[in-house]
């Protein structure tokens, strides 16, 4: 089982609305990998987990905050987002840091 | 610093026919992993087939085949009998071997299949 979940599939949201992303593994990987991805570009990462500890945060603005609750889950915090935020979000996840599986993604509209 | 090349954005096929993606990569290193991931409307990014560098043997994953260059740093992807169904946005894309790094991704090419 390759299997990533990421809810919910589409959200919509005001630039003062709080709201989260979620992302779900049950492939026992350690290591877990939030991206932004624009249409028609490759995605671009923002944060990587290892061992649930935060290992790698590509220069994120704050109004992204991510946790990892524990080895399975990784949730993805947005509060006070801009329009230019506004994106398809994907989860991933990888044993050895090898290949990377990723989930179906969160589209994200901020009105 | 790595960077991954596709130099075409776009490429079409007929059905049943044979294509060939090409992507060149840079690097210092001699360790890494190869991939190629492609990206239908659902926007679900699926991951075609990997190439460990270590290995000379090219990868192969049912109508999907790699020619791996190591020397020249060329990875390119073939698609034999193509179906409709493998239109998508192909990446390219490069990871140092190790846990929980980087995934470098070249820019994509768009592939379109002809009934």
């Known amino acids: 089982d390759t299997e990533v979940t990421q809810t919910p599939k589409h959200l919509v949201m005001g630039m003062t609305n709080k709201k989260s992303l979620k992302c779900e593994q049950h492939m026992g990987h350690r290591a877990m990998y939030w991206y932004k991805q624009k249409a028609k570009k490759p995605p671009e990462l923002m944060f990587v987990y290892s061992y649930e500890k935060l290992s790698i945060n590509e220069s994120v603005p704050s109004r992204f905050s991510p946790e990892c609750p524990n080895s399975s889950l990784l949730n993805l915090h947005l509060h006070a987002l801009q329009p230019e935020d506004s994106a398809l979000y994907l989860c991933?996840?990888?044993?050895?840091?090898?290949?990377?599986?990723f989930g179906p993604g969160t589209r994200l509209t901020v009105t | 610093a790595q960077t991954v090349t596709q130099s075409q954005p776009e490429m079409s096929v007929q059905e049943a026919e044979t294509v060939t993606l090409s992507c060149t990569y840079d690097?210092?290193?001699?360790?890494?992993?190869l991939f190629w991931y492609k990206q239908p409307p659902s926007r679900q990014m699926i991951l075609v087939i990997r190439q460990e560098a270590y290995k000379q043997q090219n990868a192969t994953e049912n109508r999907f085949s790699v020619n791996f260059q190591k020397a020249a740093k060329s990875f390119s992807l073939k698609i034999s009998d193509s179906q409709l169904g493998d239109a998508a946005m192909y990446f390219c894309?490069?990871?140092?071997?190790?846990?929980?790094?980087?995934?470098?991704f070249g820019s994509g090419t768009q592939l379109t299949v002809l009934p």
């Open positions: 991933a996840s990888s044993l050895t840091g090898s290949e990377q599986y």
């Open positions: 690097t210092s290193e001699s360790d890494y992993y």
């Open positions: 894309a490069y990871i140092l071997v190790g846990s929980a790094r980087q995934l470098t």
